[in-house]
Nanobody, 114 residues
Framework: VQLVESGGGLVQPGDSLRLSCAAS????????INWFRQAPGKQRELVAR???????FYTDSVRGRFTCSRDNAKNTMYLQMNSLKPEDTAVYYC?????????WGQGIQVTVSS
């Protein structure tokens, strides 16, 4: 069972990135999926949450710029990040949760800098 993240990197303000998180060993479609981030010296924060039966949640600072989605056929979740800002710089983590099952990606660096 694992989640493997990809797609991070160094971009300029205003650019876009798409993070991917591929699941193996379980069926992602049954799980609540979350994206967290942790900036240097700060606590890990929830960026987006997508559950099967409720509207997707976005933290205020990313609403309208980030989109959380999943492709059940590929067993993969995504975080599309547009209009990136320097304050979006952080390590991003994907998470899938169902009851006591709680799986995390390895974390991937996103740096927004001119």
């Amino acid at each position: 069972v694992q989640l493997v993240e990809s797609g991070g990197g160094l971009v300029q303000p205003g650019d876009s990135l798409r993070l991917s998180c591929a699941a193996s060993g379980f069926t992602l479609g049954y799980y609540t999926i979350n994206w967290f981030r942790q900036a240097p010296g700060k606590q890990r924060e929830l960026v987006a949450r997508s559950s099967i039966s409720v509207s997707t949640f976005y933290t205020d600072s990313v609403r309208g710029r980030f989109t959380c989605s999943r492709d059940n056929a590929k067993n993969t979740m995504y975080l599309q990040m547009n209009s990136l800002k320097p304050e979006d710089t952080a390590v991003y983590y994907c998470n899938a949760k169902l009851g006591i099952r709680d799986y995390w990606g390895q974390g991937i660096q996103v740096t927004v800098s001119s």
